[in-house]
């Protein structure tokens, strides 16, 4: 049938279940979320090829044969591919392909793969919550504990290991781990033993990434399969933390059967290797810090920390070469004033209320500030802050230890932004693919016409979402845009296009484009196209509106339609109601007349 060369010539990840069988058919976008499952799927009943997601998807597919539409967002599932079992999230929607009798021999899916969105969301959120669960503790050995654990339950793991390498870089001692259902391996390691391929990787700060130590060539040899299966190990990631040129640390993670390791999995195990060793050396730091007064006073001067004191009435009372560097004056500037002027209003109400909070019930507190700097842009500081007493242990002041993590707090927000941005794109593309098969194939008596048809409409959005990637989906050039739009329909003189050079936001140009293709594809049809007429675009902007003129000239004679098609209804919904704009289609009997009046907002216009 035709309707599979729609999927087969589709940009999108696209396939057919098709028949009884559920036989799988699918385009070159899909082969991507295949694998290793390629070619040999092609042809295959469906849940042959994916027999773990027959629970999860199989109603779903139920459901598009009984001619019920459905849509899915971040849809957790488990499959396997390269011969390993993995999660994977899916955004997708099923619509029942209706042939001429009306019957339901299958259903259209179109999706997209959202593993590593949702991995990237799981794992900011995951380091989020960590960091704030090890800022809570002050014992090395509590936050190692801590940091284990987290990432042993977030990952599935059996064991994790995170431990202090000695200063040849080749003992690494652990004195506990996390295990779940298998034994503990807690004590001294011989790094050496894992080969000298390995250790020199480790020693250079390179991640340890083994999916299956049988296979591995790394790990693959008698001994080294026979030292893992003594252990109950299959798989594993090692990160390793090389401070000054030495190996000084490592995090391990194991689990008992073969594991596909993603990269962000091994992205994680690093950050939180990472963060581990910086809250283990805060908390020595600070333990140190409280055991003399000359040990205090050699960290105070020297440490990377920015590090204050105050009293109760919050004026500093001294503070290290970084803190007062970190805001641009001289130390002995800074001694004397009072905290409120350093940072905001707000921050200041809530430095003040976590002084009475320690006055009140002792302990430390711990909170995000942000300070004036040099350069006059805010920064972020991470506080640590506790009381200090007199001789006859009553409350005198402030002992504050910052870190500065503007950085850290920059890269979150951008984070955030770039994963609402693509949820929205995903989410209007997918709409609109949804809405062009449904009205498409929906009771149509030619389903081979509708193909076509269907075809063209992808082709369009396809063309739209081509030149909005080239432009990074920022504004476009309407021009470029229009001709693109009309290049599969006519060139030369046949098609004439003017008007001032403008560039126009996304939302915009794809609706624009596919406006124009239906445009065409009527005149292409019964207008001037068809014959050897002329069509015309031309537009012109006049106080942040924009009106654009089709004409065409030169074809058959018009006859105004007695009915309104999908292209007519497309037209009008689009442009008027969705860009709040109006269209008028006069069917003057030289030629069809399109009025598209539109205003520009969020953004507007920019000239060239």
């Known amino acids: 049938m035709n309707v599979v060369q729609v999927v087969l010539n589709s940009p999108f990840p696209m396939f057919l279940v098709w028949g009884g069988e559920r036989t799988l058919i699918y385009n070159d976008a899909y082969v991507r979320i295949l694998g290793d499952l390629h070619p040999s799927a092609m042809g295959r009943p469906f849940f042959e090829v994916w027999p773990d997601v027959r629970a999860t998807v199989e109603p779903i597919i139920d459901a598009a044969a009984g001619g019920q539409e459905s849509y899915f967002e971040d849809l957790p599932v488990r499959l396997r591919r390269h011969g390993l079992l993995e999660h994977a999230w899916f955004t997708f929607s099923y619509s029942p392909v209706i042939d001429e009798e009306g019957q339901v021999p299958g259903a259209l899916c179109v999706c997209m793969e959202t593993t590593k969105r949702v991995l990237l969301e799981r794992r900011n959120n995951f380091l989020l919550q960590l960091s704030d669960a090890l800022r809570s503790l002050d014992e090395p050995r509590e936050i190692i504990a801590a940091a284990q654990q987290r990432l042993g339950e977030v990952l599935e793991a059996n064991r994790v290991g995170y431990g202090d390498v000695e200063a040849s870089g080749r003992y690494f001692t652990t004195l506990d781990n996390w295990t779940n259902g298998v034994p503990g391996r807690h004590g001294t390691h011989d790094l050496a033993g894992f080969g000298p391929e390995i250790h020199e990787a480790l020693r250079r700060g390179e991640p340890l990434v083994v999916r299956d130590v049988a296979t591995d060539p790394r790990t693959s040899a008698p001994a080294f399969v026979a030292a893992f299966d003594a252990i109950e190990t299959r798989a594993a990631i090692t990160a390793s933390l090389v401070r000054g040129g030495r190996l000084v640390a490592a995090l391990y993670v194991h689990t008992a059967e073969p594991r596909s390791w993603s990269e962000l999995d091994s992205l994680l195990v690093q950050d939180v290797a990472e963060r581990t060793w910086a809250e283990v050396a805060r908390a020595r730091a600070e333990a140190q810090a409280s055991a003399s007064e000359e040990r205090y006073r050699r960290v105070f001067e020297q440490a990377s920390d920015l590090i204050l004191t105050a009293d109760l009435e919050q004026v500093i009372t001294d503070c290290n070469p970084a803190a007062a560097e970190a805001v641009g004056i001289a130390r002995e500037l800074a001694i004397g004033r009072k905290i409120s002027e350093f940072i905001s209003i707000e921050d200041y109400q809530r430095t003040t209320s976590m002084l009475r909070q320690k006055l009140e019930a002792g302990g430390t507190t711990r909170y995000d500030v942000r300070v004036r700097g040099a350069s006059g842009q805010p920064l972020y500081w991470e506080i640590n802050s506790g009381l200090t007493f007199d001789e006859a242990?009553?409350?005198?002041?402030?002992?504050?230890?910052?870190?500065?993590?503007?950085?850290?707090?920059?890269?979150?927000?951008?984070?955030?932004?770039?994963?609402?941005?693509?949820?929205?794109?995903?989410?209007?593309?997918?709409?609109?693919?949804?809405?062009?098969?449904?009205?498409?194939?929906?009771?149509?008596?030619?389903p081979e016409q509708a193909i076509k048809v269907y075809e063209g409409r992808l082709s369009a959005l396809a063309t739209a979402h081509n030149l909005l990637t080239r432009e990074n989906w920022g504004t476009v050039d309407l021009r470029d845009l229009v001709e693109q739009a009309l290049r599969p329909f006519c060139s030369g003189q046949r098609c004439i296009i003017d008007g001032p050079a403008l560039r126009v936001a996304p939302a915009f140009a794809v609706s624009l484009t596919l406006a124009l293709h239906e445009?065409?594809?009527?005149?292409?049809?019964?207008?001037?196209?068809s014959a050897s007429g002329q069509v015309s675009v031309e537009w012109q902007l006049v106080n942040d509106w924009i009106t654009l003129v089709w004409t065409e000239a030169g074809g058959p004679a018009v006859v105004k339609p007695d009915r309104t098609g999908f292209g007519t209804r497309m037209l009008k919904r689009v442009l008027a109601t969705d860009l709040g704009g109006d269209v008028e289609l006069d069917f003057l009997e030289s030629g069809l007349v399109c009025h598209v009046r539109a205003p520009f907002k969020d953004p507007p216009p920019q000239r060239l």
């Not at 445009?519 to 196209?529: D, E, V």
């Open 519 to 529: 445009l065409a594809t009527n005149a292409q049809k019964y207008g001037a196209l």
């Open 393 to 446: 242990g009553r409350p005198m002041g402030l002992h504050v230890v910052g870190r500065d993590v503007t950085e850290r707090k920059r890269w979150e927000r951008h984070q955030e932004l770039l994963i609402a941005e693509l949820n929205h794109r995903v989410k209007n593309t997918l709409a609109v693919v949804q809405s062009l098969a449904y009205q498409t194939f929906k009771g149509t008596p030619q």
